[in-house]
Nanobody, 126 residues
């Protein structure tokens, strides 16, 4: 059974850091681009980062550029999202998603992705 499971969320103070993890099981991660999305209460789901299947290409939303870093380890079937200088506006449920297209050319759109995790809550507050 194909599954994505996020972890690493929690409560962090403004200016702090977190590393989110996305663990894949039931499929070969190597062929899939992986994206991270977030959704705050009352807002639409927003794509924040994407990494191509090989890891050779990444893409970030302007709102998080220079603060977030996406990476992957295909051998471990893991994708990571390192978040620095967190702000209260980063508070949201964060989801990882897998795309059979393998690249990030359409990664802003949720429909680009075939499989989704259940999400992990990130709260930035003092």
């Amino acid at each position: 059974q194909l599954q994505l499971v996020e972890s690493g969320g929690g409560l962090v103070q403004p200016g702090g850091s977190l590393r989110l993890s996305c663990a894949a099981s039931g499929f070969t991660l190597d062929y899939y681009a992986i994206g991270w999305f977030r959704q705050a209460p009352g807002k639409e789901r927003e794509g924040v980062a994407c990494i191509s299947s090989s890891g050779g290409s990444t893409k970030y939303a302007d709102s998080v550029k220079d603060r977030l870093t996406i990476s992957r380890d295909n051998a471990k079937k893991m994708v990571y999202l390192k978040m620095n200088s967190l702000k209260p506006g980063d508070t949201a449920v964060y989801y990882c998603a897998a795309s059979e297209y393998g690249d990030c050319s359409g990664s802003d759109a949720p429909l680009w992705y075939n499989y989704w995790g259940q999400g992990t809550q990130v709260t930035v507050s003092s």
